[in-house]
């Protein structure tokens, strides 16, 4: 009964139907996205970065510095891009993970540096395509020649797993804020995977930027990392802190595929005051311009039939 309820109340959202966005701990009602289109300028937090609401997601099934992205080659992969940057798509959720850093680069030849925001992910584990140096001067310095540019906008540590990476990774942490006490990192924080990591980074001073999981259906099942209420409170909160809180996974990588479902999940993500920005994965460029006209819509809380897309799922 209480799933049909929830069903009913975030499908109404998307419907179109206002629902008052519920209010935190501290009394005080947490703003919906300061914007009323999918490529409108939002400001993130206290970060002083500004950029589309919805970002363009490089990390549909990346591993080991590959992706769906990457495996389609440079040619097609600068066609999908700059649709994205041409239609006002202005942040780029990038990885090493998704080995995008090079593929971005050539995208972005040409491109006024204040047309786009990089954001990119340490991945702090020794695996077989990466030995990470344990801090985080020696990748940012590798980032930045990836990707030709002089200064990331955001960096995150990716993929927290459990509750004590601020001690786990502190050198990383110091490192980072040494470099965006430099100016060549404007923002830091954590991209999480787990439940006990979003709740620390929620509170915790040093994270300026949560890329998070969350759509209307949590749970695991539905790659998030609590309920959907839980979760809703717990991004409240993060928001309440000055946190700026990404949203990834609305469509549960994939697992929300029925029309109805999707955009009931953007009316609760969107509608529920939970996040300052989403990112989205696109495969082609009907997806983007899908995405920024479904996006918009949802955020006017107005309703738009969904046609069948062959991806659509929210980036890693």
């Not at 993970?97 to 540096?113: D, I």
């Not at 020696?138 to 540019?149: I, S």
């Not at 909160?237 to 953007?266: C, E, W, Y």
């Amino acid at each position: 009964m209480h799933d049909r309820r929830h069903f009913l109340k975030t499908t109404l959202t998307g419907a179109g139907i206002a629902l008052a966005a519920p209010r935190t701990g501290s009394s005080e009602a947490v703003a919906r996205p300061g914007a009323s289109a999918a490529t409108d300028l939002v400001s993130l937090g206290k970060t002083g970065v500004k950029c589309s609401f919805l970002a363009f997601g490089s990390g549909m099934n990346g591993s080991a510095r590959s992706s769906d992205l990457t495996r389609m080659g440079q040619a097609e992969a600068t066609r999908l891009m700059r649709r994205g940057l041409d239609s006002g798509i202005s942040l780029l959720d990038l990885a090493d993970l998704y080995g995008t850093h090079p593929v971005a680069k050539e995208v972005l030849k040409g491109v006024p540096r204040d047309k786009y925001a990089i954001l990119t992910k340490i991945w702090p584990n020794k695996e077989s395509w990466v030995s990470p140096s344990g801090g985080a001067k020696e990748e940012v310095d590798r980032f930045r020649r990836e990707l030709g540019t002089e200064m990331l906008d955001i960096c995150l540590i990716h993929c927290m797993l459990n509750d004590r990476w601020p001690e786990q990774h502190a050198r990383i942490r110091d490192e980072l804020s040494a470099l965006k006490e430099k100016g060549v990192v404007r923002a830091v924080g954590v991209s999480c995977h787990d439940f006990g990591a979003l709740k620390r980074a929620a509170s915790l001073p040093w994270v300026d930027v949560i890329l998070a999981r969350v759509n209307n259906r949590g749970g695991s099942r539905f790659h998030c990392d609590a309920d959907a209420d839980t979760l809703a409170t717990t991004l409240r909160g993060a928001r309440a802190n000055g946190k700026a809180v990404i949203g990834m996974k609305l469509f549960a990588a994939g697992r929300l595929t029925d029309p109805a479902d999707r955009q009931a999940s953007l009316g609760h993500v969107l509608g529920g005051g939970l996040v300052d920005a989403i990112t989205i994965g696109m495969l082609s460029t009907t997806e983007v311009d899908d995405n920024i006209r479904r996006v918009g819509n949802a955020l006017q809380g107005r309703p738009l039939a969904w046609r069948p897309s062959p991806s659509m799922a929210a980036s890693v």
